[in-house]
C-alpha cells in the first residue's frame, strides 16, 4: 500500500511540477521534487502532526491549520465579529468585546504565546494581543473558544505581547506608543519627553487560566516592540526590544532612527516582585475591562476596573536595565538554553548575540556608559557575546530548533538564514516569497523546540497563487529543516496578515479537546432543557422565547403576541448530544448576523420587532436531510 502511494504521489508531483513550469508567467522557479510533495502529504482520513496556531493579523482572529499539510481548520474569533459562528453577535458573546470605550468589535492581533510548564509547550491555553486597543485574549485549547479577554490602561498599541514566562507565571505586555499616565492626560503632545511614559504590564496567570495585572513598570518614553522572557539561567528576566529612544513624536520614519543604537531592556521581575511584596506598589487610577466566560452557561460577563498598581524604575533602582542594540530592534529572542538573547535591528547589517551571564557580570560591576532617562545602559560590548556578522538585509526574528542554530528571517532581502548560535557562522539561507516577517519552528521558543519545520510568515504574495484582483492572500512557505540545507516544501495561503504562530504537537491537545457541551450541565438562565420547557415570556416591552432546536424542528415554530417595538430575545438551545450537529439561527430583518448553537449550548439571538408583519425564522446550518424544513414564523402586531 505504502509503495503505492509513494509512487501515485511521485508522479502526481513530477506532473505538478510540469503544470507549474508550463503556467507560471515568471517569477523564481521552485522545483516541487516528490520528496517534498510526500513530506507534506496528509492522506484522506490521517491527522496532521502539529497544530498550527496562526494570527490573523487586520482581522483580529486566529487561524487553526495543520502541519505540514497547511489545511485550514479553524478560525477563532478573538477581537472581531464572527458571523460564520455569531461571535459578537450573541448576548452571551457581546460582551467579550466590551472595553472601556464600549463595544469593539475589531482589533489587530500579531502575535499568539502557548502556554508552557517547565519551558515547554502544555497545550492549555493560547494568549493573542489586540493592538489597537490594547487587549490580550486568552483562548481556551480544549475548546478553541475565546475565554477571556483583558484590556491593559496605560498603553497604547499593545504591540510588544503577549509573551509568557517558563511556567505562565505571567503574560507580558508592553505599550508601542508612550502615553501620558494618570489623571495626567490632557497635555500638549510637545511635551512628550516630560509626561509620556511607557509601561510594561506583568499579567498574573492562575491555575484556571485567569488573567489580572498584577503591576505595571513605568519606564521612559519610548516604544517597545518585542520581547521575551528568560528560561533556565535566565528565568526571572524578561527582555523587550525599545526603539525610537530619539523620543520622537512625529515623523518617526526619520526622527526616531537617528541614534546607531536603540536598547534591549532587560527587566528583572522577581525583583519587581519582591518590591510588590514589600509594598512598593503605588495604586494609580485607571480605567479597564476584563471580561471572561462563564463555562457553565456559555455567557461572557464584563466588569470594569478602576485602579492599577504601578511600579516605578526610578525609585526602585534595580529592576530595569537598558542594553544598547544596533539600528531600531525589531525582535528580541531567547534561545532554548537561556543564555543567548539575540536582537534584531531591522535596520542593521548584524545581529548581535548577547550574553545573559556576562549581562549579569556586567550589573553586578557596575559596567555601565551612562543612564539614559535614568535608567543604566550596560556597555555594549560587555554584554555582547558576538556578531553575526552579514546574515543578510532587514533581520526580524529568530526561532530556534534545539541543535544548536538559529533561524532569522530578514525582511529585506527576503529570505530565512540559518546560523551556528556557538560560532556565530551562517550556514544556509533561503529566498521566501516575499518579503518574511515572523517565522515559526514549531515549539521554536520553547526550551526544547520540535526542529523538523520552519514557516516563514510572508508580507507580500505576487506571483505565488491565482490571481485574485488587486487585493491577493498573504502567505505561508513550509520549509523542511531537518538536514543541514533548508527546503521549501509547500505554499499556503492564510487569512488576514499572519504576524507570529506557534506550532505544536497535536497530541498535546487532542487528549484533553471537548467535545461535547452536556445538556445536563448548561446552566445557562433561559435554557430550555427540553421541548416540554419551551415557552414565551413577556417582562414589559421584552418577549423572551425559550426556544429549543433538534433535528428537525424548531420549538415554538409560531410565535404570536409580539408587539412592535418590542425586544425579542430567541435563547436557543441545542438538545442535540450528538457530536457535531449545530444548529443556526436567523431572522428576516434582522441587525444581528446568525448565531451557530453547538449541541447542549444556549446562544441568544436578538431582534428588535420594529416592524408589523410576519416574519419567517431558520436553521442556518445544514443539520440533516430536513434541514429546510427547520423553520418557524413570528407574527408582529401593531402596539
Ligand atoms: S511584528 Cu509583524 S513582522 Cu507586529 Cu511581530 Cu515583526
Ligand atoms: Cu438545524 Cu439545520
Known amino acids: 500500500m505504502k509503495t503505492i502511494n509513494r509512487v501515485l504521489f511521485g508522479m502526481l508531483a513530477v506532473a505538478a511540477a510540469f503544470s507549474a513550469q508550463r503556467c507560471k508567467p515568471s517569477g523564481p522557479e521552485q522545483a516541487l521534487t516528490g520528496d517534498a510533495a510526500s513530506k507534506v502529504y496528509v492522506a484522506p482520513g490521517k491527522y496532521d502532526e502539529f497544530y498550527n496556531v496562526v494570527s490573523g493579523g487586520f482581522n483580529g482572529q486566529i487561524g487553526i491549520y495543520g502541519l505540514p499539510s497547511g489545511r485550514l481548520f479553524k478560525i477563532i474569533p478573538v477581537f472581531s465579529t464572527f458571523p460564520e459562528n455569531g461571535y459578537g453577535y450573541s448576548e452571551e458573546s457581546k460582551p467579550m468585546l466590551n472595553t472601556s470605550h464600549g463595544f469593539v468589535p475589531w482589533d489587530d492581533l500579531h502575535h499568539i504565546a502557548l502556554s508552557t510548564t517547565q519551558g515547554e509547550h502544555d497545550g492549555r491555553w493560547a494568549f493573542a494581543n489586540g493592538n489597537n486597543t490594547p487587549r490580550v485574549a486568552r483562548i481556551d485549547l480544549r475548546t478553541f473558544k475565546t475565554a477571556e479577554i483583558l484590556e491593559l490602561p496605560n498603553s497604547g498599541g499593545n504591540h510588544s505581547s503577549p509573551f509568557i514566562t517558563e511556567n505562565t507565571e505571567y503574560v507580558v505586555a508592553g505599550t508601542r506608543f508612550s502615553v501620558p499616565m494618570g489623571d495626567n492626560t490632557d497635555v500638549p503632545i510637545s511635551s512628550y519627553k516630560k509626561n509620556f511614559r511607557g509601561t510594561v504590564s506583568f499579567i498574573k496567570v492562575d491555575t484556571s487560566g485567569r488573567m489580572n495585572i498584577a503591576f505595571q513598570l513605568v519606564t521612559p518614553g519610548v516604544n517597545f516592540d518585542l520581547a521575551r522572557a528568560g528560561k533556565g539561567p ?25 541614534k546607531d543604537k536603540d536598547f534591549i531592556m532587560a527587566v528583572n521581575w ?26 457553565s452557561t456559555h455567557t461572557a460577563t464584563s466588569e470594569i476596573l478602576r485602579e492599577v498598581l504601578q511600579l516605578d524604575p526610578l525609585e526602585l533602582k534595580d529592576i530595569i536595565y537598558f542594553i544598547p542594540c544596533p539600528k531600531s530592534p525589531h525582535g528580541c529572542d ?20 548577547f550574553s545573559f551571564a556576562k549581562v549579569q557580570e556586567a550589573i553586578a560591576k557596575q559596567d555601565f556608559e551612562g543612564d539614559f532617562a535614568g535608567i543604566p545602559v550596560i556597555k555594549y560590548e560587555s554584554a555582547l557575546y558576538g556578531e553575526v556578522q552579514k546574515p543578510g538585509l532587514g533581520p ?15 525582511f529585506v532581502s527576503s529570505e530565512i538564514v540559518k546560523w551556528n548560535i556557538k560560532d556565530l557562522a551562517v550556514i544556509d539561507r533561503v529566498p521566501t516569497y516575499y518579503s518574511i516577517g515572523h517565522l515559526s519552528v514549531p515549539g521554536g521558543p520553547t526550551r526544547k523546540p520540535h526542529g523538523k519545520y520552519v514557516v516563514a510568515y ?8 491565482l490571481p485574485t484582483g ?9 520549509y523542511d529543516i531537518s538536514g543541514e540545507k533548508m527546503k521549501l516544501i509547500l505554499d499556503f495561503p492564510t487569512t488576514g496578515e499572519p ?17 461535547i457541551f452536556k445538556l445536563e450541565e448548561n446552566k445557562h438562565p433561559y435554557a430550555a432543557l427540553g421541548e416540554a420547557k419551551t415557552k414565551v415570556e413577556r417582562k414589559g416591552n421584552e418577549v423572551h422565547v425559550y426556544m429549543t432546536a433538534i433535528r428537525s424542528h424548531l420549538t415554538p415554530d409560531n410565535i404570536e403576541g409580539i408587539k412592535q417595538g418590542d425586544d425579542v430575545y430567541f435563547h436557543v438551545t441545542n438538545l442535540e448530544q450528538d457530536w457535531d450537529v449545530p444548529h443556526g439561527f436567523a431572522v428576516k430583518g434582522a441587525l444581528n448576523a446568525e448565531i451557530l448553537i453547538m449541541p447542549g449550548e444556549t446562544q441568544t439571538l436578538k431582534w428588535k420587532a420594529d416592524k408589523v408583519g410576519i416574519f419567517p425564522y431558520y436553521c442556518t446550518d445544514f443539520c440533516s436531510a430536513l434541514h429546510q424544513e427547520m423553520q418557524g414564523y413570528a407574527r408582529v402586531s401593531a402596539p
Open 270 to 295: 522577581k525583583k519587581a516582585e519582591e518590591y510588590l511584596k514589600a509594598g512598593k506598589g503605588k495604586t494609580v487610577k485607571a480605567e479597564y475591562a476584563h471580561n471572561t466566560l462563564d463555562e
Open 458 to 465: 510572508n508580507k507580500i504574495t505576487k506571483d505565488r497563487y
Open 499 to 515: 504576524h507570529y504562530a506557534e506550532a505544536i504537537p497535536a497530541g498535546l491537545i487532542t487528549p484533553r479537546s471537548v467535545k
Open 234 to 258: 535566565s528565568h526571572g528576566w524578561f527582555f523587550f526590544s525599545c526603539y525610537n529612544t530619539e523620543q520622537a513624536y512625529t515623523l518617526l520614519e526619520v526622527n526616531a532612527s537617528q
Open 470 to 478: 488587486p487585493e491577493l492572500t498573504q502567505s505561508a512557505q513550509l
Open 334 to 353: 531567547v534561545d532554548p538554553t537561556g543564555e543567548y538573547i539575540i536582537g534584531s535591528g531591522k535596520l542593521a547589517a548584524l545581529i548581535p548575540v
Open 396 to 410: 526580524l526574528h529568530t526561532e530556534f530548533d534545539g541543535k544548536g542554530n538559529a533561524y532569522t528571517s530578514m
